[in-house]
């Protein structure tokens, strides 16, 4: 029979995920930010999508989580994002199956830029999460959540490297680690106008505290310009270690206005 826990840890790491990488992306498919900001009154939206699937224990779990982002330029150096995902998580032990499916937290963060010289730049970004989701489900943390995250990007064109630090205050009622830590480091190579070739490697706190190892993964994926105002991403990402799902598939669709 399937341990809810093991659904349940699954459904943990997907919520954490879904936060750290809800923000204004770098670039998606990437988890780590940059410091780029939209501008005064322009607009993005950001619909992306990803299929992971792991195995553990003889349990097959796979999760297909989806999320729109909305961001705003409050000023050039300011922005605010909006961001709604939506999970499913399915577990098999061959013998039976087990899942669950619907709105997760939405998260509310905003990004400032406080120094740019030299193609160096630096920003902070705070945010929360809202109780949106159903917590006994384990589609929610069932109360508000609150992070900062520290940024750095440095341009040496073609190429660009990020660096994240974070800390998310994850206060939750299924019993889960309170103090999660992140860091990651990207990089963007331009090979042509249009195209982008992005690496990514990161890891975080496990939030399950009945798993001993926390979680990191190696990512690698493609941008490309249709329009200046248009962008699609595909990528795949691996674990690095057993508590990171073994693959994940990603895809996204980013315009502005």
Do not use: C
């Not at 195995?55 to 909305?70: P, R």
């Not at 660096?163 to 830590?181: A, D, K, S, Y």
């Amino acid at each position: 029979m399937i341990s809810k826990s093991i659904l349940s840890s699954f459904f943990t790491l997907a919520l954490l995920t879904s936060f750290m990488s809800s923000s204004v992306f770098a670039s998606h498919p990437l988890i780590t930010d940059d410091t780029g900001t939209q501008g005064k009154g322009k607009f993005q939206f950001e619909l992306n999508g990803e299929r992971s699937r792991d195995k553990n224990g003889g349990v097959k779990t796979t999760e297909t989580a989806l999320a729109a982002a909305l961001t705003y330029g409050i000023i050039n150096e300011l922005d605010i994002v909006v961001n709604a995902p939506w999970i499913k998580a399915d577990a098999d032990d061959s013998v039976q199956k087990t899942s669950e499916n619907g709105v997760s937290d939405v998260s509310i963060e905003a990004k400032w830029r406080f120094m740019e010289k030299g193609g160096f730049s630096l920003a902070l970004k705070p945010g929360i999460t809202l109780p949106t989701g159903d917590e006994k489900k384990d589609l929610g943390a069932g109360k508000t959540t609150y992070s900062l995250f520290f940024i750095t990007t440095k341009d040496l064109k073609p190429l660009l490297f990020h660096v994240n630090l974070g800390f998310i205050r994850n206060e939750n009622n299924n019993n889960n680690e309170v103090n999660i830590w992140h860091a990651s480091f990207a990089t963007e190579f331009s090979v042509t106008e249009k195209m982008r070739i992005v690496a990514n490697v990161g890891g975080e706190k496990n939030p399950d505290k009945t798993v001993d190892k926390d979680p990191a993964f190696i990512l690698g994926g493609i941008v490309y310009a249709v329009s200046e105002r248009f962008d699609v991403d595909f990528g795949v990402k691996a674990g690095l270690t057993s508590a990171e799902p073994d693959f994940t598939a990603l895809a996204g669709i980013t315009t502005r206005f």
